[in-house]
């Protein structure tokens, strides 16, 4: 029988009805459609995680504007992705508005709500407060929701099935979901999906916290068992179930939850904590506190971290722990042995000294990003502590933050670049912030974006790879000459996985947002790519930008660098018609707004377009799909085409199957099983051929699968066999014969 904490058994009633309606099965939470589809996901993905908007309106109304162009079927499915978005946190959005944000994203889709959904949408109820950084990054949780969706629903029903089943195995699948650990909606699931392992503990702030004060209580007994590929937030998991099962023989008459009293007296001070429903009076700040601002790192790159963690961090790691020293000089000496002593380390010894003995606990931290800009305030609510598991920035404080609207520091106001600085002697700054945050609702909150870009190379690029330096590079210098590529090559070769990674090499960063990706297929049209009307929901039409136009507009912004259009199955689609009158602005030599022409919806003479020159068109072409078209001449001449083929004998090919547990045996079987295939399928000329060779991306195993014998059993099987008697349709014997070679 499931934990139940008091109200919260109908909330986790909800979650496990989702979970097997949705998750397992493609239906849906109010009605008997079938809407969590993969097909569903991948219009969610274009629509939404692919078209990020910049601008300063609610989450709502950008919301509203990214789906306009999507199926009824997509506003319904965000619907209900909204609705298990909300299904645990309370106190940071009122159970009206929840109903009435799930219920009009519902509406968006033409058809009223149900009037008897199959499941409420009511939020009366609530299981824990994940705090501000959820409202702050509604979009990154959202995003993060999709992306387990998404890669879950692509595992086939039967893995589905047995991770649901296994939940230390489920959270080695979750924690390989990019962002997993920086994610406040993989706590919340992990809690909704298997409430008996793990505790209503949103943020991974709190399981530090109550992992330290109740650490003699894992005892030596606490490792029996624990799975050897844990993330470090993972291991506070495990430790914490340790926890409660001796907590829970300890107080057998106590059902333990760490948000209720006994136990929250010794996790947090006072026994108080904003979990749960009390009085928001706050007491106010004293006229000896001081005032501090503080940047979360360069850039403020680590600002959503301290957000969902409830504290400010610092970093210089290698000096370790700052209580250590004596005074300033001990510290500046030791800066100097550990990182030269070109500066002599005024400044950030001061910085490191101030973090520990200047900041006291009820002074403000104002947390900026360079000189101009304020995310927001606190109060520091504890003294100094050094995590060394944290790595580099390891010294922290906890901080209640109070406010996190972006706000444009005015020249006269700016504060020093340093890190960490004292501004008590900075009266304008401390007049013009007061005035800011102390003016309350009447200015509307702004959604803190911080920038997710991480810096990527050529070795990067490499290291994912399993083609030679010299055929990357190659790809390279045509992309950077041609503008446009297709890479075309059979089935498993990874033609994707190389397209992005192209142009995050030439970009120089992994950027999602400059380089998304669109699908072709037979229903593609002008309108979708280029520009076209769509409903308006009130009985008229709008002119909107397809996913082409979008993009071409954002480069244009920002000429100096480049932007990418990744189409996936490109010869999926009919390109003459898709393309319409760019056809010529394509070519490399057109670009720019001296070949500017008007489009097929341009309402006058100057309303004209053209594509800018940093940007580059990025297709993929499956050879072996008979029932697709040629791509016409036309448009041929205007791409550079690149074959890929399987990489079996890659020596980076064996490397990654070895890192990623496979056995020597097993790559060698491998290895030499689909050479052996490969080469019977090139033969038949005839009828298959180089073009219907099987790639290597069918055995790169992941999503919490053990690459062992029953893994290579389930590819033959279920993966390529089916492709092999396709490829063979009249002649079952000559399928059989080969799959036969393969072990199965």
């Not at 106590?254 to 979990?275: C, I, Q, R, S």
């Not at 501004?423 to 509307?444: K, L, N, Q």
């Not at 890479?487 to 090499?505: D, I, N, Q, S």
């Not at 099987?717 to 009249?730: A, K, N, Q, S, V």
């Amino acid at each position: 029988m499931s934990k139940s904490f008091p109200d919260h058994g109908p909330l986790l009633a909800a979650a496990n009805y989702w979970v097997e309606r949705c998750l397992v099965n493609d239906g849906s939470v109010f009605t008997e459609e079938s809407l969590w589809t993969l097909e569903t996901l991948e219009e969610f993905k274009l629509r939404f995680i692919e078209n990020f908007l910049e601008d300063k309106r609610s989450f709502m109304k950008k919301l509203e504007e990214q789906l306009s162009e999507g199926t009824p079927a997509l506003s319904k499915f965000t619907s209900e992705l909204m609705w298990a978005l909300y299904l645990f946190p309370g106190k940071l959005i009122s159970p009206g508005k929840k109903a009435e944000q799930v219920k009009s994203i519902w509406g968006w889709s033409g058809e009223p709500f149900p009037a008897d959904p199959t499941q409420p949408a009511s939020f009366e109820e609530w299981i824990g407060h994940p705090g501000t950084a959820f409202n702050t990054h509604r979009w990154r949780e959202v995003s993060y929701l999709w992306r387990v969706t998404y890669f879950f629903k692509r595992l086939d029903k039967k893995m589905r099935i047995k991770l649901l089943g296994v939940p230390w195995e489920f959270v080695e699948w979750l924690d390989r979901i990019e962002d997993s650990s920086q994610r406040l909606m993989r706590n919340i699931l992990l809690h909704l999906i298997f409430p008996d392992e793990f505790d209503r503990i949103a943020t991974n702030g709190h399981k530090r916290k109550i992992r330290a004060a109740f650490a003699d209580k894992i005892g030596t007994s606490g490792t029996e068992g624990r799975p050897a590929g844990l993330s470090t937030v993972a291991g506070y998991d495990w430790d914490l179930a340790q926890i409660r099962k001796t907590l829970e023989k300890e107080n057998p008459s106590l059902e333990v939850d760490f948000y209720e009293k006994p136990f929250l007296g010794a996790w947090e001070e006072g026994g108080k904590h904003d979990d749960k429903e009390e009085d928001d009076d706050e007491s106010p700040i004293s006229p000896s506190a001081k005032r501090w601002v503080i940047s979360p790192g360069a850039q403020a790159r680590h600002w959503a971290q301290c957000l969902e963690e409830e504290n400010i961090t610092i970093g210089w790691e290698d000096v370790g722990d700052l209580s250590q020293y004596e005074n300033r000089e001990a510290l500046q000496a030791a800066m100097v042995e550990c990182y030269g002593d070109q500066s002599r380390h005024s400044n950030s010894s001061l910085t490191l000294w101030d973090f520990r003995h200047g900041i006291q606990i009820g002074d403000v931290i104002y947390a900026k990003q360079g000189m101009s800009k304020v995310l927001g305030w606190g109060v520091v609510r504890s003294a100094y502590r050094f995590e060394p598991e944290r790595g580099e920035h390891g010294n922290v404080l906890d901080v209640d933050w109070k406010d996190t609207r972006e706000v444009t520091l005015p020249e006269q106001c700016r504060v020093p670049l340093k890190t960490l600085t004292n501004v008590g002697g900075h009266p304008r700054f401390i007049e013009f912030v007061d005035s800011f945050y102390g003016s309350g609702a009447a200015i509307a909150p702004v959604p803190v974006v911080v920038d997710p870009v991480q810096p990527y190379s050529r070795e990067m690029a490499l290291e994912d790879l399993f083609m030679e330096e010299t055929d990357f590079d190659r790809i390279l210098a045509l992309l950077k000459r041609k503008k446009n590529i297709i890479l075309e090559g059979p089935p498993g070769v990874g033609k994707t996985f190389v397209a992005r990674r192209l142009a995050y090499a030439l970009m120089k960063e992994k950027d999602e947002e400059r380089a998304p990706m669109v699908q072709f297929h037979q229903s593609y049209a002008y309108e979708d790519f280029i520009q076209g009307y769509r409903p308006d929901g009130k009985g008229g039409f709008n002119l909107k930008s397809g996913t082409f136009h979008y993009l071409c507009k954002q480069a244009r912004k920002d000429e100096k660098r480049d932007y990418f259009l990744v189409i996936d199955e490109i010869n999926r689609g009919n390109l003459s018609k898709i393309f319409g009158e760019l056809m010529m602005l394509m070519e490399a030599d057109k670009r720019g707004p001296d070949f500017s022409l008007q489009l097929t919806y341009s309402e006058t003479s100057d309303d004209t377009f053209y594509i800018p020159e940093n940007l580059h068109l990025i297709g993929t072409m499956n050879t072996a799909d008979r029932s697709l078209s040629l791509v016409d001449y036309a448009l041929r001449r205007r791409f550079a085409f690149i074959t890929l083929k399987p990489e079996f004998e890659s020596p980076r090919f064996r490397e990654q199957l070895k890192k990623r547990g496979v056995s020597d045996p097993l790559i060698t079987t491998i290895q030499a099983r689909m050479k052996q295939l490969n080469e019977s399928i090139a033969a038949d000329s005839r009828n298959l051929g180089n073009g219907h060779r099987i790639g290597h991306s069918f055995f790169c195993p992941g999503n919490g699968v053990t690459a062992d014998d029953a893994w290579y059993q389930e590819i033959i099987e279920y993966e390529i066999g089916p492709l092999l008697r396709e490829y063979w349709m009249d002649s079952d014997t000559r399928a059989d014969e080969e799959l036969k070679k393969l072990g199965l």
